[in-house]
């Protein structure tokens, strides 16, 4: 169920499209940011708010890689290897982020704090290697720089 | 390789004009205390048309990859038409390499909402969509914040300025798809569908949003325009290169010493991009190989960058092209491979599936790379990746197959050694012809 506010922005954002279908991006997004992921259950909920078969509803969580079907851990940690970044050793990065967390890339802790997994290019190339936390950027990533930052999240 | 710096400490003699170096910029006072919106001030006093035929004259071309002049590209909207027309201003920036559309989003939104209001005003649209990606939500909050001062102001809305003229202009935030930066995926996925490429034609100008006529312009585009408008397309047309004009954000990632995004004419020599504004390779290093403008352009050998420069024409006779300007500078000691291996690996990721060439032919050529990376490769996969990649280009529905496969066939044109030196010692012993 969308909250109050989220509601009122429902009601907002409908007058920019001319199709209800158009909505299914931003209400699945106002969904996850409430929930912390897109359950079967919410996916129904949204069909039935915007008109739209169920099917499609899944159809589009999977097709999107930022939208969650399961929950993530309450951190999670989205490191890029792709070239610009692997030229400039995030490797390391992914090394270090594995054993200081004691998980591989893909994982979510069994405390659900944590989800580290690979991603393609943010966009950072140029302050390369990084990673997110959310809507965070973290850039120029050191070894020291990923302890520090594991350290005030933790 | 041999390569002289040509100036390591030289310091730029441009101008910034896309990224000016003004302090506050991206609030709407500053923008406007510095000649914002003069130029879509100016517009409204011109016809629609003028305003078109001065873009086309000034031969600003695409900023998205693919230099299509945009001029042209505005013409193709029907003018009688009782459909609503759209615009979109494309900033999926996915394309690995590339991140100089978020430093526009970052300090000059205010450049591309003018932009987008011209662009509008010229084709005679009344809706726009800023298509960001997902990942950029930082990026999206600064990009309503300065749309809702502009708002406000009144430059955008219903009767513009008290102009019969108006426009709404909206945020759509991706989801995290490659895919949908390509234009028809990125209007399937502004239609709340999955990032499909549609097939063509019908093209955008025909039949786009919902049916009706749409043009998509990059994000960096569109900040074109106003300078257009402001200074004339004449003066547009005598900065750098005379056939692909204008300003230019190059984004210089990889093996440099000052990675970022820079702001130069168009047509600077590579070798100048790099030891000039990008202050040279770290350790003195040579330079191995370049990949220019994002990852689906053709890789360049160090040893070949003398006279190769920034423009259309320039890339393409060094086999390559400009694509979206995002300039990866690998050292000596580069392993391609992995490289190439990894390139792979995204596109296999960031294909839609629809086309069988595409789908399974970038899990091939990941695969078979991989071989390769582990010292494992046989020496008949050479001609099998080139194979692949050939049956790929051109037999798709998007150009993502074609993206997938340049890559492959440059690198093994360029740089087939880097393959042979990956054969499985085992393998190497025996003749091709003889494993099959
Ligand atoms: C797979 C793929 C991804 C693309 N991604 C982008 C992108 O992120 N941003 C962009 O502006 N153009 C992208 N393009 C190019 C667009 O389809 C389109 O040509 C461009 O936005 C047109 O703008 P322009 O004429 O101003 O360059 C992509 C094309 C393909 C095939
Ligand atoms: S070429 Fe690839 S990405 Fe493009 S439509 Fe076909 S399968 Fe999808
Ligand atoms: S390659 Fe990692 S951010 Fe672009």
Redo the contacts with the bound molecule.
Sequence with gaps: MLNESNKQKLEELKKRYPTLQALVLPVLWMVQEQEGYISEESMKYVATILNVPYGHILGVVTFYTMYHAKPMGKYHIEVCTNVSCLLRGCDKIVGHLENKLGMRMGETSKDKKWTISEVECMGSCGTAPMFAVGEEYYENLTPQKVDEILDKLR | MNINPIDSEGKSSWDNIILPNIPDLQGIQTYIANGGYEAFKNALEMKPEAVTDEVKKSNLR?????C?P?GL?WTFMPKQTTKVKYLCV?G????PGTFKDRQIFESNPHLMIEGTLIACYAMGINTAYIYIRGEYGRWINIVEKALAEAYEKGFVGEKILGKDFSTNIYVHKGAGA??C???SALMNSIEGERGYPRIKPPFPAQYGLWGCPTT????E?ICNVPLIIKNGWEWYSKIGAPKHPGPILVGVSGHVNKPGVYEMPTGVPLLEIIYKWAGGVPGNKGIKAVIPGGSSTMVVRGDQLEGVKMDADSMKAAGSAVGTAGLIVMDEDTDLIKVLARIAKFYYHESCGQCTPCREGTGWLWKTLKRFEKHEGRLQDIELLMDIANNIEGNTI???GD?AAWPIQAMIRRFREEFEKRVSPKEARVPASAVA
Excluded: H
């Design positions: 695409g900023r998205g990859g693919a299509f945009t590209k494309n999926d920036e996915s394309e490659y895919i930066g390509e234009e998509i312009n990059n994000v585009t998007c150009a993502l993206a």
